[in-house]
């Protein structure tokens, strides 16, 4: 088994970071209005919340599992999935479920554009650390 170098560490702990960021934030910082509707059912945002939410489990775990593994070739699999697992929630909100709320609404003016930019900055963390870590095992083969 190889030794982890410090470089790969820190790469993986900032997307672990990242990744954990996105799951919880989804709930606590960023999320949809958590108002329903007159007849007591919820809004669409409450669902395309939902959905987001599911999204950042699946890169929580991913990113614990980055952190824990140490073998290169499936560290390299975990950063690959993540990255449309963190393009595809970009599209939730007005794509995939309608958020018909207003543009000063909690789920347009927030949750939307949180979504989007971490989302983004994931992918990019996830494609870099392919990059990073391509490098690193092109000069040991």
């Known amino acids: 088994m190889k030794k982890r170098t410090t470089k790969t560490l ?5 997307l672990f970071a990242l990744c954990d960021f996105y799951c919880a934030g989804s709930k606590l910082l960023f999320h949809g209005c958590r108002s329903r509707m007159m007849n007591g059912s919820w809004m669409n945002c409450h669902w395309a919340e939902q959905a987001v939410f ?5 890169l929580a775990v991913l990113g614990l599992a980055l952190l824990v593994l140490n073998d290169p070739g499936i560290k390299r699999g975990i950063a ?16 995939l479920i309608e958020i018909g709320c207003g543009k000063n609404m909690r789920c347009q003016a927030v949750m939307r554009p949180a979504v989007i930019v971490l989302g983004a900055v994931i992918a990019a963390a996830a494609a870099a650390y392919l990059m990073i870590n391509r490098k690193r095992t092109d000069k040991e083969q």
């Open 54 to 58: 599911a999204f950042g489990i699946v």
């Open 80 to 95: 690959l999935s993540m990255i449309p697992a963190a393009v595809v929630p970009a599209f939730i909100p007005n794509v």
């Open 10 to 14: 820190v790469c993986d702990i900032i």
